[in-house]
């Protein structure tokens, strides 16, 4: 008598069990593979989106800049015999030079071709000296010589570094930004600080409306790095960030 | 309220669901047949208990109809039509069970818990698996999924039907048991009632077919 309400209660007991087992697994199985959907679907996007701008960079200095210097040649060869008309020739030649010059810039806005011809260290090396020559701040870059990482992740290294430069340029008023790159145990490690102002990282945390941080977030989730942001009102910020090769 | 006439609140999601049919996809379609499987289920069972006292055999028969179909229904919404081997499995599994317990063993003319027991189970463990896949992958208001009312429905539906059995099969031991399991058998009509109200609310969140506002010529 005693065991069939034994029996029944625990065969009910058991049921309910393997009843929470299967819904806490298969949350976490369907919540996996929605996050892993999710990070594919970014790095597509991203991708995408770098393939464009590689084509608009390239398409700018191989096509549209040869034209411009041609225009420039083609006007600078007219024989002129007024002196207005001169001036007139000599401004649109200036003008050229300087759509050639902005356009230049775009295209290497764009994509720098240093990265595409001679890799990642050149590209910073090219891209912290423009920075410098422009007075706005210091940047001091400690690089190891060899970096061994695939080309399809230097752009997102680069672009990294090149958000946290816009961000310290933006808005720590800093006079010194220290980037350190280094490779460790199949991991790409990269270390930042500034002397600038710092800020309360939770309350920028709730009120950011700007996108610089999220897409540092973005670009490191999707290479399934890590990124950690220190920083304090007054004491400067610093960035460090892990990403396996 | 007589036992019958709480059975035929089965007909409000039955009668939103043939007013809508043609508009819906078939899944769903079959989901609102299922409702005219229960109603014609409720009404051969009170007559069945009116000419012969007793509901058991349709009851049985209604049991393998309800677990068959419902594994359909899956195989329908996704989850067993990629898992091909599992649906055939389940279909065959459990009617073999069902053939053993009613009528190798003859348990046709009686009230056996085994084969409900598995049924209930299984079929849970497929509306939560279900359920898990809605909650994530559903970037709109779960609450007017239809799906995801459905699923909770039976959920709540199969469980109670897992206790149900278990209760029936400790009944006769003490006065207590027999207290208890009378208290959840009773229950169980009443719960149908809940369970009812909530596919009427799913059958109305449906979402219609997409109607092409326009088609292509065929190229020669």
Not at chain 1, 104 to 109: E, M, T
Not at chain 2, 13 to 22: A, E, T
Not at chain 2, 197 to 204: D, N, S, T
């Given at each position: 008598?005693?065991?069939?309400?034994?029996?029944?209660?625990?065969?009910?007991?058991?049921?309910?069990?393997?009843?929470i087992?299967?819904?806490?697994?298969?949350?976490?199985?369907?919540?996996?593979?929605?996050?892993?959907?999710?990070?594919?679907?970014?790095?597509?996007?991203?991708?995408m989106?770098?393939?464009?701008?590689?084509?608009?960079?390239?398409?700018?200095?191989d096509?549209?800049?040869?034209?411009l210097?041609?225009?420039?040649?083609?006007?600078?060869?007219?024989?002129?015999?007024d002196?207005?008309?001169?001036?007139?020739?000599?401004?649109?030649?200036?003008?050229l030079?300087?759509?050639?010059?902005?356009m230049?810039?775009?295209?290497?806005?764009l994509?720098?071709n240093?990265?595409?011809?001679?890799?990642?260290?050149?590209?910073l090396?090219?891209?912290?000296?423009?920075?410098?020559?422009?007075?706005?701040?210091?940047?001091?870059?400690?690089?190891?010589?060899?970096?061994?990482?695939?080309?399809?992740?230097?752009?997102?290294?680069?672009?990294?570094?090149?958000?946290?430069?816009?961000?310290?340029?933006?808005?720590?008023?800093?006079?010194?930004?220290?980037?350190?790159?280094?490779q460790?145990?199949?991991?790409?490690?990269?270390?930042?600080?500034?002397?600038?102002?710092?800020?309360?990282?939770?309350?920028?945390?709730?009120?950011?409306t700007?996108?610089?941080?999220?897409?540092?977030?973005?670009?490191?989730?999707?290479?399934?790095?890590?990124?950690?942001?220190?920083?304090?009102?007054?004491?400067?910020?610093?960035?460090?960030?892990?990403?396996?090769? | 309220?007589?036992?019958?006439?709480?059975?035929?609140?089965?007909?409000?999601?039955?009668?939103?669901?043939?007013?809508?049919?043609?508009?819906?996809?078939?899944?769903y379609?079959?989901?609102?047949?299922?409702?005219?499987?229960?109603?014609?289920?409720?009404?051969?069972?009170?007559?069945?208990?009116?000419?012969?006292?007793?509901?058991?055999?349709?009851?049985?028969?209604?049991?393998l109809?309800e677990?068959?179909?419902i594994?359909?229904?899956?195989?329908?919404?996704?989850?067993?039509?990629k898992?091909?081997?599992?649906?055939?499995?389940?279909?065959?599994?459990?009617?073999?069970?069902?053939?053993?317990?009613?009528?190798?063993?003859?348990?046709?003319?009686?009230?056996?818990?085994?084969?409900?027991?598995?049924?209930?189970?299984?079929?849970?463990l497929?509306?939560?698996?279900?359920?898990?896949?809605?909650?994530?992958?559903?970037?709109?208001?779960?609450?007017?999924?239809?799906?995801?009312i459905?699923?909770?429905?039976?959920?709540?539906?199969?469980?109670?039907?897992?206790?149900?059995?278990?209760?029936?099969?400790?009944?006769?031991?003490?006065p207590?048991?027999?207290?208890?399991?009378?208290?959840?058998?009773?229950?169980?009509?009443?719960?149908?009632?809940?369970?009812?109200?909530?596919?009427?609310?799913?059958?109305?969140?449906i979402p219609?077919?997409?109607?092409?506002?326009?088609?292509?010529?065929?190229?020669?």
């Open positions: 008598m005693v065991d069939k309400i034994l029996y029944g209660t625990i065969v009910f007991a058991v049921l309910i069990a393997i009843i087992l299967v819904f806490i697994i298969s949350i976490l199985r369907y919540h996996r593979r929605y996050v892993r959907l999710q990070k594919e679907r970014i790095f597509a996007e991203i991708t989106q770098e393939n464009e701008r590689r084509r608009i960079a390239n398409d700018l200095h096509s549209i800049g040869p034209m210097s041609s225009v420039k040649l083609n006007i600078n060869s007219i024989e002129v015999k002196s207005v008309d001169e001036e007139i020739v000599q401004k649109a030649g200036r003008h030079d300087d759509i050639i010059k902005n230049r810039q775009i295209s290497h806005n994509l720098p240093t990265l595409e011809r001679k890799g990642l260290i050149e590209a090396k090219e891209f912290t000296d423009s920075i410098n020559d422009s007075k706005h701040i210091k940047i001091h870059l400690q690089l190891v010589h060899e970096l061994s990482i695939g080309k399809e992740k230097e752009i997102h290294l680069f672009r990294i570094i090149q958000e946290i430069v816009q961000n310290t340029l933006k808005h720590a008023k800093a006079k010194n930004l220290q980037i350190g790159i280094g460790e145990n199949e991991h790409v490690l990269i270390l930042t600080m500034d002397d600038g102002v710092g800020f309360d990282t939770e309350t920028a945390k709730d009120k950011s700007g996108l610089g941080m999220k897409s540092l977030e973005t670009r490191t989730e999707i290479l399934n790095g890590k990124l950690v942001l220190e920083s304090k009102p007054g004491k400067g910020t610093n960035y460090f960030i892990k990403i396996p090769i | 309220m007589s036992n019958y006439l709480k059975g035929l609140v089965v007909l409000i999601p039955l009668i939103i669901g043939l007013i809508r049919f043609r508009k819906i996809d078939r899944s379609q079959l989901f609102v047949l299922l409702m005219l499987l229960y109603l014609v289920n409720e009404s051969i069972t009170h007559v069945s208990g009116k000419l012969f006292g007793t509901n058991t055999v349709n009851f049985n028969i209604f049991s109809i677990g068959l179909y594994f359909y229904l899956f195989h329908l919404w996704g989850f067993l039509k898992q091909k081997n599992l649906f055939i499995l389940l279909q065959v599994g459990i009617a073999l069970l069902w053939i053993i317990e009613n009528l190798v063993f003859f348990k046709i003319t009686e009230f056996s818990p085994y084969y409900r027991l598995v049924y209930s189970f299984f079929i849970v497929l509306f939560v698996n279900q359920l898990n896949f809605l909650i994530i992958h559903d970037s709109k208001s779960l609450l007017k999924n239809a799906q995801f459905i699923c909770i429905a039976f959920l709540i539906l199969f469980m109670y039907q897992i206790l149900y059995e278990v209760a029936y099969y400790i009944r006769e031991e003490t207590d048991t027999k207290a208890f399991s009378k208290k959840v058998i009773t229950l169980f009509v009443d719960l149908n009632i809940f369970i009812n109200l909530l596919f009427g609310i799913a059958v109305f969140f219609e077919k997409e109607k092409l506002p326009f088609t292509l010529e065929k190229l020669d």
